[in-house]
């Protein structure tokens, strides 16, 4: 059996002088500190809080072992080599990389940046790309942004979202062109500083890859790629690793490609180091990563049923417990391999909430049918989209029906309450909130059609209601229509995020609900499988 190549370290050699040099190493990992022109550390004084905050966070220093860290700028610069020549190998042809590359102003190139960073946050690259090709269509400047209307930007991130993104987008666009003379700040720090809604990873983003900056970012790749590399398998999202992350991505940036340095980072972990089925063996910088060599360690020693660890390196602290290893109550899980690493975060489940919606159809108004939207509020969930007349609901039935008949006609008036049918329910999670919609129909037939409206509401033809900025949890809605022709979606191959279902013992449409499936059918697919990929 081959012995895996790391470097020899037995955990019983343990020198009384490994405390210290732990210490240095994880300090001079560390970002710089600041000096004077000299070169010698300048005195601050500091406050009492202070002090206490240095010695907690050189206590905690103190117990990390080097084991995961970067030995010296060798290992660094080989940890560069190897994953650049990969990226330039390997990396692929994304909208917002060509537009980056090829834009020569500064400042369109970070505003191309910026855009791609900001719809990326959440979501998949493959449904990215259509959004941001539209976009930098339609706003192919800071200030053509800067310059459309809250509603302009609603609508097209409609389906994107986390929807306060594109708000805070525009807002940020709307500063540049207004206080910053169309200029976007070069660093990071100003970045954060200067621009509502850009934290700390988008600042790093677009300082290095518009402007050059030496600076590192930690995305979700990024963390899994570095806790994978060194091993780190403590909590990824407490204040201490999270820092120490940071702190190695500063210290592997390349300085003379770090934009590229970056992006590569965030390709491998994207591509090739991914959560549940990584590609090790396509992996540039695997000779180089803590993991594999502890899945090589643990199968040499299933193999020769050796009564001790062999001689590899490993984490050995003298004292306490490692504060970058696994706590003791998670131990190594040799079905996992190297997806032991990182750690997975325990999850609140999203509380459960119940919304009563209802399709309020004129289908004889003026110029074809029409139904009824409005807007909801300018801040909180889903702020400034369009949707169906809702109210906050119980589960139970009669008190909902006659809550939801209430605001119907604050908004339209005089209503045939008989008319109020129940026609099934769509269940949407949300990052925090699991939402389940008691979705109601009723068609205003054979009255005078209502062309006067309260402001915040609208009547939308079928085409006008596809390319409004209405949230995708309305969008779903209109499945549930299916049961009039006696289908009834299934829920088993869908999105996980939602759920669509129908009363099970209505079969038979009536006149109204007949007028409803109408005008949803050119839109709706006509198989379950279909109608459950759309609700994703």
């Not at 009492?48 to 240095?54: K, M, S």
């Not at 910088?285 to 193999?303: F, G, P, Y």
């Amino acid at each position: 059996m081959k012995k895996p190549q790391t470097a020899v370290r037995s955990c019983r050699r343990k020198q009384a002088s490994s405390q210290e040099g732990r210490e240095k190493q994880v300090l001079s990992s560390s970002q710089v500190k600041p000096s004077t022109r000299d070169g010698t550390m300048p005195k601050f004084s500091e406050a009492p809080a202070g002090l206490a905050r240095r010695h907690k966070e050189v206590v905690l220093q103190a117990s990390v072992s080097p084991y995961h860290l970067f030995r010296d700028i060798a290992e660094v610069t080989v940890f560069r080599e190897n994953l650049l020549s990969w990226y330039d190998r390997e990396k692929r042809d994304l909208p917002w990389r060509r537009r980056a590359e090829g834009e020569v102003d500064p400042d369109r190139r970070a505003y191309a940046v910026w855009v791609s960073e900001v719809m990326l946050q959440q979501t998949q690259v493959a449904t990215v790309i259509d959004y941001y090709t539209r976009w930098m269509q339609k706003w192919p400047t800071l200030q053509d942004l800067a310059s459309a209307s809250l509603e302009e930007v609603n609508q097209l991130w409609a389906g994107l979202g986390y929807y306060s993104r594109g708000r805070r987008l525009q807002e940020g666009a709307q500063k540049v062109v207004k206080e910053l003379g169309g200029h976007v700040p070069h660093t990071a720090e100003t970045l954060q500083k200067l621009l509502p809604g850009v934290g700390r990873y988008t600042a790093g983003a677009i300082a290095s890859i518009a402007f050059g900056q030496a600076t590192g970012v930690v995305d979700g790749n990024v963390v899994r790629v570095l806790c994978r590399v060194r091993a780190i398998g403590a909590d990824p999202g407490s204040t201490f690793v999270s820092q120490q992350l940071w702190s190695l991505a500063q210290q592997l940036v390349d300085p003379a490609r770090p934009g590229d340095f970056n992006q590569a980072a965030m390709e491998l972990g994207a591509t090739v180091c991914t959560p549940q089925h990584p590609r090790c063996s396509q992996c540039p910088v695997q000779s180089m990563c803590r993991a594999h060599q502890r899945v090589e360690r643990e199968q040499l020693l299933a193999s020769q049923s050796l009564p001790c660890s062999p001689d590899v390196e490993e984490c050995a602290p003298s004292t306490e417990q490692c504060q970058l290893c696994s706590p003791p109550t998670e131990p190594w899980d040799q079905t996992l391999g190297v997806t032991n690493f990182p750690r997975k975060a325990s999850r609140r489940p999203p509380r459960e909430e119940c919304s009563a919606i209802c399709v309020l159809e004129q289908p004889r108004a003026l110029g074809g049918a029409r139904i009824l939207l409005v807007q909801r509020p300018k801040s909180g969930l889903l702020a400034g989209l369009w949707e169906f007349p809702s109210v906050a609901a119980e589960p139970s039935g009669q008190c909902q029906r006659e809550a939801l008949l209430q605001e119907l006609q604050s908004w339209a008036g005089p209503l045939p309450a008989t008319h109020l049918q129940h026609v099934g329910q769509v269940v949407h999670t949300f990052s925090h909130i699991k939402l389940t919609y008691q979705v109601y129909g009723l068609a205003l037939e054979g009255q005078t059609p209502v062309t006067i409206t309260p402001p915040g509401a609208r009547w939308l033809t079928r085409e006008e209601f596809h390319t409004a900025a209405v949230s995708t949890a309305m969008k779903k809605a209109r499945p549930v229509f299916r049961v009039y022709e006696g289908q009834q979606p299934g829920t088993g191959k869908g999105s996980k995020r939602s759920q669509v279902s129908t009363p099970s013992t209505r079969r038979k449409p009536s006149p109204g609900q007949q007028v409803l499936d109408s005008f949803f059918r050119p839109h709706i697919p006509t198989d379950a499988s279909s109608l459950n990929s759309m609700a994703q």
